[in-house]
């Protein structure tokens, strides 16, 4: 059953919270002047009808909602109005971002989480604490109950009780006793009622534990500073029963010590999550090296695909007609994470691999342009220095001569970089992408267009008309499943891999024949490139080694054709 309040249609059958001050909803919006687009929200409708001090208190969390936009893990705020009939008239209504389960949700369902999972959960979350803290403000709530999944990223939520600091403290407006540092109970005790940034960090190192161990030991019932500290060693003794890294578990006792000058910020804390999960995804979950591949064209009729396994790094190309595949190994590089190929100059070709320690290595060569044959071998490796501070995990080039030859890359914090690879002697400056997404783990230049695409953590893909613009969109619905890869194309036009494996085509403004659906696979991995201008060229690829292809032509009319079918390119090392 569903109740109107304002333009938002809200199912009060199964709410997503419920407090004394406040209800959270689902929510629906029908745009009938944007052909019926459905948006789906939260919605906070807040119990202040005559409260002078709770509606003053839900106007402060929309101030301090308001204030965090942007923030890409506080949940985001969107709209507030007040209700002017119906059964919620007069009540102070937030609209937000909705989540689809919270981390004490997870927890219930799934159990302890590995530290990798459980510091990538919270390395969001403390980023969002740090901006929090930044802004003059403290959470003061800090639980799995308010750390929610909002399209794959967690979120901190629910800034109920979050105050201003006043020099050192800001007034403590409530909170949970389990999760509330010594320091604070003893202020509440004493009637001082103070809350501190530290505390906060207390209360994400009971969270941390609280995930490792699936729940916490104990439940503090009273305002006690020994309770607290029970509680604390309690976590801090179970952890030392797991296997839970030294790393790991040296954050947990660093973040619960009773001394609150002691306790790490919680940038430092984002860093450190942020390291352990880098760390937990780069360790082998299955034999290594896993596939890779990238794909290029000097021009017409030329198509080339590198690709490397178990089997060694290997290339194949097509003039005339499908060479086969060919060893490229040589010494210098180990196996490779990444792969990347572009042509700086018609008929010449670079190829980058990035290695599993992160390095960078180079090789060339360059061809006849009327026979296509190697004027030269291939150069050997090359070893290309980086910044020091620079840690990348992922590469990308336009593949195409006539698109400029650019190197793109996202380091361990999920940030992007670019750089012009006119002279790889000495590092370059690797800035960033103007205005791209935090938290990212790809990006990739368009396939006969200038247009960028970045995949984020959480599997939601970004849009930018080019690297000068700055500007970035979500182009996709905000019910689209998660996507794993992602190839942009002319006209806003996008192919995407999801999660469960499924090549799809989102046109965008693309004027397109029917897409070909891939034949059965566990794709993970998709590329694209252009021979020449006007054709679109997309290769799918299982971790197996297994590689199909598909293009399309642009016929007179402006109109995309594609092939009718996928096309093998090579076998899976393991049939």
């Not at 419920?18 to 948006?39: F, H, K, N, P, W």
């Not at 599997?459 to 690297?467: D, F, I, K, M, R």
Request: glycine share 10%; hydrophobic share 40%.
């Amino acid at each position: 059953m569903e109740t109107r309040v304002g333009e938002w249609l809200v199912d009060e059958s199964k709410p997503l919270g419920s407090g004394q001050s406040a209800r959270v909803l689902r929510a629906r919006r029908v745009r009938q002047q944007m052909d019926g687009i459905v948006e789906h929200r939260a919605v906070k409708i807040y119990h202040a009808r005559g409260s002078a001090d709770q509606r003053r208190r839900a106007l402060e969390e929309i101030r301090v909602q308001e204030q965090l936009l942007g923030c890409p893990h506080a949940v985001a705020y969107v709209d507030a109005f007040v209700a002017e009939d119906g059964p919620y008239g007069g009540c102070l209504v937030q609209v937000m971002e909705l989540g689809d389960r919270s981390l004490n949700q997870h927890l219930d369902a799934g159990g302890p989480l590995a530290p990798g999972g459980a510091a990538a959960v919270l390395a969001g979350v403390a980023w969002a604490l740090e901006d929090v803290h930044r802004r003059g403000l403290v959470h003061a709530d800090v639980k799995p109950g308010n750390i929610v999944r909002c399209r794959g990223l967690w979120k901190i939520a629910d800034f109920n009780v979050t105050s201003v600091l006043r020099e050192t403290a800001a007034l403590d407006l409530g909170g949970t006793y389990s999760y509330m540092s010594p320091r604070r109970m003893w202020s509440a005790r004493v009637g001082r009622r103070e809350v501190r940034p530290v505390d906060d960090l207390w209360a994400l190192g009971m969270v941390l534990g609280e995930c490792l161990l699936g729940e916490l030991p104990a439940r503090v019932e009273h305002v006690s500073e020994e309770e607290a500290l029970r509680l604390a060693d309690a976590v801090l003794s179970a952890l030392a029963t797991t296997d839970t890294d030294p790393r790991t578990l040296n954050l947990v006792r660093e973040l619960l010590s009773p001394e609150p000058a002691l306790r790490p910020t919680a940038g430092t804390v984002a860093n450190r999550l942020r390291e352990l999960a880098a760390g937990a995804a780069s360790a082998p979950t299955r034999p290594l090296p896993r596939t890779v591949f990238t794909v290029t064209s000097y021009g017409e009729p030329h198509l080339e695909v590198f690709a490397a396994d178990a089997r060694g790094l290997e290339h194949g190309w097509t003039v005339d007609k499908w060479s086969g595949w060919h060893p490229l190994n040589a010494p210098g590089p180990g196996p490779a994470r990444a792969l990347a190929a572009g042509s700086p100059q018609s008929y010449r070709q670079n190829l980058w691999l990035l290695d599993h320690e992160g390095r960078l290595w180079r090789r060339g060569l360059t061809v006849d342009p009327k026979t296509f044959a190697p004027i030269e071998d291939w150069s050997p490796w090359s070893h290309v220095p980086l910044p020091g501070r620079l840690a990348l995990t992922d590469i990308a080039s336009a593949g195409a001569p006539w698109t400029a030859h650019r190197l793109y890359a996202v380091d361990q914090d999920g940030s992007a970089h670019h750089c012009d690879p006119q002279d790889f002697r000495q590092p370059q400056a690797w800035p960033p992408v103007p205005g791209a997404p935090a938290d990212l783990v790809a990006l990739r230049p368009g396939v006969s267009c200038g247009a960028l695409a970045a995949l984020d953590r959480s599997g939601t893909v970004w849009h930018s008309p080019g690297l000068r613009a700055a500007r970035w969109r979500r182009p996709l619905p905000e019910d689209h499943p998660p996507v794993r890869a992602v190839v942009p194309l002319p006209d806003e036009g996008l192919v995407v891999l999801t999660e469960t494996h499924r090549c799809l085509l989102h046109p965008g403004g693309l004027v397109s024949g029917p897409f070909p659906e891939p034949p059965p696979g566990h794709y993970t991995a998709l590329g694209g490139t252009s021979r020449h201008n006007g054709h679109l060229e997309l290769v799918l690829g299982e971790d197996g080694g297994r590689l199909v292809h598909t293009w399309a032509e642009r016929d007179t009319t402006g109109r995309w054709q594609w092939d009718t079918r996928w096309w093998d390119l090579r076998e899976p090392l393991h049939p």
